[in-house]
């Protein structure tokens, strides 16, 4: 009874829903230009349970009329019905109804013409179709043309529903459907085009930003499209969990993303730090409502994603204010860029509310925006690169003033430590030629002390013997010359007894004596001064012969009767040096030489021979040998290191080859060493007759 009257009011065209309501739609194309939407025309039935059939949404009665072009169902855990006549007064054999918004999770379409009801479609976002039904809710109707039927639209879902109805012919659709998916491809080519550039100079500066901001993109532009009905909402097609939450999970990810590009790009670190330290908190209430969304209510899910996003907004929008106050010139950028993506999220939300109509400036304000968005932020981001470039240089001028400091300080620091090394070193040397001096006076007090000893045993013999003399002269004197004769004879008689002759003669060895023992005092000391030679600084041509003689008349008192000194001294010229400086090392080898050759305790001969020789190659060769202890490869290996010595502790300092070393390299010559332990050792001694750098200077 039921169905036969509902079969008995379509067949009259009586309206099921409120007879008072045009519900009539007359389709006349006018050359095929597409129609506004019809929301006007339709009735709205809310079905809470969601179980009502077509034929029963027919016969409710409590269906209102819709005052909307497009009717704005919001986010409704009810089911909603639609229906509207239409009238097929085009030349057009089919009707084309098209539902340019994709996210309805469940969509059934019913014809009811002819006195039955024929299901068109049965789809939605939530479940599964194939890919030939494509992304959009575009549905033939088989209205002949004169032909009149009753379309009734179930949908429901738990985002919020619009359902912009349009009816069209065939050619007007598909002319719509290119420019919109010309339109979709333009974006996702922009976004794209951005996110790759940006994506590249990050793998050449290395700055996060730029790697945040193609992330931050890529979800924009996944949350568009999928909203659009085009990629991920196509290629998920099969998987109605995951396309109908797409969208929203693209959107919590965009703000994700989004919030850590801004802070990085705007520089809230430093700028805002208690605005920067609470934004991981947006992070943990998204994770919860990712959460909640795909495996609680998603009803509730949805709308704290709703409210969290228009919180993360506000929050971003003060942020960047404030930023701006404090004086970043990337917080300009993103004011403005993020201002263009607020307006069309506020023209669509409106368009959602009611308050503007739906159309395709409303429906793609917010992808609009968020291209006008992603341009800007692209232009921020290339400006950075200046900023950077400008912060780099300043640094590079900030650590180079740094550098220079530290470079004037650790300069001063080695300058002051190289004069402590100097002076160290000085007091070293000096320690060492007193030393050597400390032997030098030993041997000439010993040396002086020897004539002196002369003159001293020789001075009462010298005085008895002149008294005699003097006696002798004044007895002659005191002789009368009346009385010479007898007188004299007794002078001569008392010169007889006291031998005067002998005297004389004595008193001239006294004093062949007294002159020996001068002469030898002036030989000790001109040989002291050849080998000091402490008024000489500047190079002089000086005979090497000379120097070891003059260094050997020092040492040979020291090691008189205990070393045998030999010497094999060759002709040579004179040699361009330092006289002192090489009188010091013929001293330090001297007298190491005899040194080793005393610490025998074997018996062998103490022989210390000193050779010299003009070479071949031009150069003065001059060998000191000795009979000595030798050392082994290890000790000979480190005998010209300083402070290295093989003496007890007190009586070696370990610089005297260290500074014959010295010596020898400032006057461009070699030191050679041959020694085994028990054998003895050589030290050969090669310089060349003319210093090089003289020679250079005189050129």
């Known amino acids: 009874m039921r169905c036969s009257a509902i079969l008995l009011m379509l067949v009259m065209g009586l309206p099921v829903f409120a007879a008072s309501h045009p519900t009539r739609v007359p389709i006349d194309f006018h050359g095929g230009a597409l129609q506004n939407p019809i929301g006007r025309h339709c009735l709205i039935l809310e079905d809470p349970g969601g179980q009502l059939t077509p034929d029963e949404a027919l016969l409710d009665t409590t269906a209102r009329a819709c005052m909307a072009a497009v009717p704005n169902l919001a986010v409704s855990r009810s089911a909603h019905w639609i229906r509207f006549d239409l009238q097929n007064s085009s030349p057009a054999h089919q009707v084309v109804l098209t539902i340019p918004y994709t996210e309805i999770d469940e969509l059934d379409l019913y014809l009811a013409m002819e006195g039955r009801i024929i299901e068109i479609a049965r789809t939605g976002l939530g479940r599964s179709r194939s890919k030939e039904q494509g992304h959009e809710f575009a549905f033939e ?136 330290r609470f934004i991981p908190v947006f992070y943990v209430l998204i994770a919860g409502i990712i959460a909640v969304y795909f495996a609680g209510d998603a009803w509730v899910g949805y709308n704290l994603a709703q409210a969290v996003c228009g919180i993360t907004a506000v929050y971003l929008l003060v942020m960047s204010v404030l930023a701006i106050k404090r004086g970043s010139r990337q917080a300009r950028f993103f004011l403005l860029a993020w201002t263009f993506f607020l307006v069309g999220v506020v023209l669509f939300v409106l368009k959602d509310a009611g308050v503007l109509p739906f159309n395709w400036l409303t429906h793609s304000s917010m992808t609009l925006g968020s291209a006008i968005e992603g341009v800007l932020l692209s232009f921020g981001l290339a400006d950075r690169i200046n900023v950077l470039r400008r912060d780099k240089e300043r640094l590079i001028r900030e650590q180079n003033v740094i550098l220079e400091q ?140 000379e120097g070891l003689r003059s260094t050997l008349t020092v040492l040979s008192p020291q090691y008189r009767d205990k070393v045998e000194l030999r010497m094999e001294l060759g002709e040579l010229p004179k040699v361009e040096c330092f006289p002192g400086k090489v009188n010091q090392v013929f001293m330090n080898i001297l007298n190491n030489a005899a040194q080793a050759t005393l610490a025998r305790a074997d018996g062998r001969p103490r022989h210390v021979t000193v050779t010299t020789r003009h070479a071949d190659d031009g150069r003065v060769h001059v060998v000191i040998s000795d009979t000595g202890v030798g050392m082994g490869d290890d000790v000979k290996a480190r005998i010209f290191d300083p402070f290295f010595t093989t003496k007890p502790v007190g009586e070696g300092t370990g610089l005297g080859l260290a500074i014959v070393y010295g010596i020898i390299n400032d006057h461009g010559g070699e030191i050679q060493v041959e020694s085994e332990p028990g054998m003895g050792s050589a030290f050969t001694i090669v310089l060349p007759v003319r210093r090089t750098s003289m020679q250079e200077k005189r050129a």
Not at 152 to 174: E, N, Q, T
Not at 185 to 201: E, K, R, S, W
Not at 500 to 519: K, W
């Open 141 to 276: 109707l088989p209205i002949e043309q004169g032909e009149t039927a009753t379309a009734l639209l179930r949908v429901r879902g738990f985002h919020a529903i619009h359902v912009p109805l349009v009816v069209s012919d065939a050619a007007s659709y598909r002319s719509a459907s290119g420019r919109r998916n010309l339109a979709m491809g333009a974006y996702a080519g922009i976004m794209l085009a951005m996110a790759l550039y940006n994506l590249f100079l990050f793998f050449s500066i290395r700055e996060k930003s730029y790697l945040l901001y193609p992330l931050y993109m890529a979800a924009i532009c996944v949350a568009q499209l999928t909203f659009q009905g085009v990629g991920p909402a196509e290629w998920l097609s099969a998987h109605p969990f995951l396309a109908s939450r797409t969208s929203m999970l693209a959107a919590l990810l965009a703000v994700v993303f989004g919030m850590e590009f801004s802070r990085r790009f705007i520089g809230t670190r430093q700028l805002l730090p208690r605005m920067h």
């Open 406 to 545: 530290k470079v004037q300080e650790r300069t001063a620091a080695l300058q002051e430590s190289n004069d402590n090394l100097k002076r160290t070193q000085a007091q070293l040397v000096n320690s060492e030629k007193m030393a050597s001096l400390g032997q030098l006076t030993a041997g000439i007090a010993h040396e002086i002390n020897n004539p002196i000893n002369f003159i001293s045993s020789n001075i009462a013999p010298l005085r008895r013997n002149v008294g005699d003399v003097v006696e002798v002269i004044k007895a002659y004197r005191a002789v009368d010359a009346d009385a010479a004769s007898p007188d004299l004879l007794a002078v001569r008689e008392k010169e007889r007894r006291m031998g005067l002759d002998e005297t004389i003669n004595e008193l001239d060895e006294i004093i062949g004596s007294v002159a020996e023992g001068a002469t030898r005092t002036a030989e000790i000391v001109r040989g002291l001064r050849n080998f000091s030679r402490l008024d000489e600084d500047d190079l002089k041509l000086s005979d090497l012969n």
